[in-house]
């Protein structure tokens, strides 16, 4: 061969253009950034602990959380006609449905989750094969002890002229407020099927509607109402903070509401995601996302609740047993129609 200055410079530029474009797929690779959606505010340290975790072992990676709350997500997406940014976030059952529905949800790899096999079958069951379990969190009763110290002990005693006039509910736009329609139907007779009993003693109450639960638990600390069906994790950071408010877990059972950690259809980076789901059910996370301030619900096995979260979050096996559930498959369709009726017969 012939290598004159020419052929030789052309081989040098080939070489050094090999030489960039290996560097710049090397960087591409260093510097990945998975996009997670997380609750607003304090709820979202858990998953901020489980990013530390995942950046350790991957050297370039950054993970991004974004706080939002999964009806906001929802919108979003319709908004932007399926497009979603995000490689994966949580949501409660009813937007895990609509999720599903709508199909911009990724199906998940079982093979690439292992810690599957621990989670309570129940709860992989509801998750219809999309994302993962991966906590609970309890509707019961908020009551300011300083306005009311006779604390109730059921769901009916909402209705007790003791609390008449101080009760507080949140619009069912919310997951919360969806949830005390459907309770007060149960409480008296209706069901998932039937809420007309439901709208009729809701407003046999008289109560202060609130637009989200954050406002809901505003009223609660300014004493504005004494007493709420409440997520028990907002009534924890009021107790947290000194005050006198009390989570009151009904004798007939709280109303658990499981939460789903799912990935997006679009995510250029499924490998991860199945990373993070499978750190989300890992025995960790799991113990450390059921401790104080956080007070989520395990949903694997093998996961003690801390003895400081056991005024707030089911510790035993009989309480977890008096746990009531919601069938979303029959509320979330007519979602709209009971945010609409909610607005026109409650004044905000």
């Not at 093979?111 to 309890?138: E, H, R, W």
């Not at 658990?256 to 991860?272: K, M």
């Amino acid at each position: 061969m012939d290598l004159n200055r020419r052929t030789m410079l052309g081989m040098a530029g080939s070489g050094i253009a090999i030489a960039y474009c290996g560097a710049t797929s090397a960087l591409a690779q260093a510097s990945r950034e998975l996009v997670i959606v997380t609750y607003p505010g304090a709820l979202s340290g858990p998953h901020r602990w489980l990013a530390d975790q995942m950046e350790a072992r991957h050297p370039g990676l950054r993970i991004r959380l974004v706080p939002s709350d999964s009806q906001d997500i929802v919108a979003q997406i319709k908004a932007a006609q399926g497009y979603v940014p995000y490689d994966a976030g949580p949501n409660d059952e009813p937007p895990h449905l609509i999720g599903l529905s709508e199909g911009y949800l990724a199906q998940r790899d079982d093979a690439a989750i292992p810690n599957l096999a621990n989670a309570l079958p129940d709860f992989v069951a509801k998750s219809q094969g999309a994302g993962v379990p991966a906590t609970y969190s309890l509707v019961g009763l908020a009551v300011n002890t300083d306005v009311v110290p006779e604390l109730p002990q059921s769901w009916a005693d909402m209705w007790s002229p003791r609390f008449a006039g101080q009760v507080g509910i949140a619009r069912t736009s919310s997951n919360l407020g969806l949830a005390t329609l459907v309770q007060a139907a149960k409480i008296f007779g209706g069901s998932e099927d039937d809420l007309e009993i439901g709208w009729q003693k809701l407003k046999e109450l008289a109560p202060r509607a609130a637009r989200s639960p954050a406002a809901l638990t505003q009223m609660l600390e300014r004493e504005e109402i004494a007493i709420a069906p409440l997520w028990n994790n907002n009534t924890a950071g009021l107790s947290q903070m000194g005050l006198p408010i009390s989570f009151v877990k009904p004798s007939d059972g709280p109303v658990a509401i499981l939460s789903f950690f799912s990935g997006f259809a679009n995510s250029a980076q499924p490998e991860l995601v199945a990373e993070w789901l499978n750190g989300i059910l890992s025995q960790e996370y799991q113990a450390h996302a059921a401790a104080a301030p956080y007070y989520f619900g395990p949903t694997v096995t093998g996961v003690t609740v801390p003895p400081e979260a056991a005024a707030f979050t089911p510790s035993s096996a009989e309480e977890i047993a008096a746990l009531q559930t919601i069938d979303w498959t029959k509320i979330v369709p007519q979602r709209s129609e009971l945010v609409d009726r909610f607005d026109r017969e409650f004044s905000i």
